[in-house]
C-alpha cells in the first residue's frame, strides 16, 4: 500500500469508517480477479460510501480516462456485492481519483471526482488542526500518520 492509500485509509477509519482497502474483487473463472479497489470507506453514521483511487502516475489524461473508467465500473458494480454486500444497492457512492494535480476546469474522471493530493492534504490539516495542540486533544497512536501531522501543525504544548 502507498503511502498516500494509508494516509486516506487511516484518514477515513479516524472518522468513524468502515474501511477496505487493496481489496480484489470479481473472481474470474480461470483464476484472479477482476479489479483491485485501492480504499473504500462506509460511514454508518451518515451512510456516506466513498472509493478513492489514489495514483502518482504520469500518464495521459486519455490513458487515465479508460483505466479509471474500468476501475469505477467495476467498483460501482462489485462494492454491493462483494465488499458490502449489506447496503442496499440504491445506496449513494462517491468515487474519487487523486492524483498529483487537479488541472484547472477538469473536475471528473470516469464519473467520479477529481482531487490533487494537495487537495485532500488539505482536507485532512484543516481536520486535524481543529482537534488543537496535542497534550490536550492528541489523536491516537492508531493513526501514526495524522499524529505526526497534529505534532507539525498543533504542536504539543503550543502551536508552532
Known sequence: MSHLES???????????????????????????EMELDVIGYNPHTSDLVHYEPSVDAHTWDTRETRYAKKFEAARKLIFAEVFSWLPPETQLRQIAVFPSHPKGRDTI?????????????EVRSKIVECGIACRSAISENYPLLRVLQLSHCGYNRVL
Open 7 to 33: 494516509l486516506i485509509v487511516e484518514y477515513l477509519d479516524w472518522q468513524g469508517y468502515l474501511v477496505r482497502r487493496n481489496t480484489k474483487v470479481g473472481r474470474l473463472k480461470h483464476g484472479g480477479w
Open 110 to 122: 470516469a464519473g467520479g471526482q477529481i482531487m490533487s493530493i494537495d487537495e485532500f492534504v488539505a
